[in-house]
């Protein structure tokens, strides 16, 4: 479990293809640089907002293998080497919960269609999955590329605007965000419970 709060930027090191038994497979073995002290073998960190399990500590970073399924629905396997990727660590009993509960289940991919400033704030549209549509509400929380935020707007049908602040966009990968870009959405756990019940109840 996280709250979307990025710790830090980090940075892909290494991208390979993973054989075993002499054959390539289909998942992938990622090397991410990172300013964390202290990542234990076996811990949960969220690499832009999908949430990995660190296989290996190594000098200046640690190493994780993305499975076929976490491929799928995300963006990992484009990702190369220079990578800048958000990171946050496991949120721990007593910790602030500065963003919202995210999962670090990334429900799919989203694409920027518009960005625009707004006096010291930065508006981006973001088309999503219909998954995501479906629980996401005025004035609630959005997961984009593991970065906590608040529906700003709903402009059009499958369209979530966010509203970014300068301190985001200085501390995350949000800042350099362009049209086109493509991006990790998760919607909200809470708004995907209630459709749960909802949909039970028909």
Known sequence: MFTGIVGAVGRVAKATRETGNGKRTEGLALTIQSPYRGVKQGESIAVNGACLTVEKVVKGGFTVHAVATTLGRTLIGDWRKGQPVNLERALRAGDRLGGHFVQGHVDGVGTVEQVA???D???????VPREVEETTVLHGAITVDGVSLTVNALPGAGVVQVSLVPFTREHTT????????????????LGKYVRQLCRSGQ
Request: charged share 30%; glycine share 12%.
């Open 174 to 189: 949000l800042g350099r965000v362009a049209v086109g870009d493509r991006v990790h959405i998760e919607a909200d756990v």
């Open 117 to 119: 400033e707004s006096g």
């Open 121 to 127: 704030a930065f508006l981006v549209d973001i088309r």
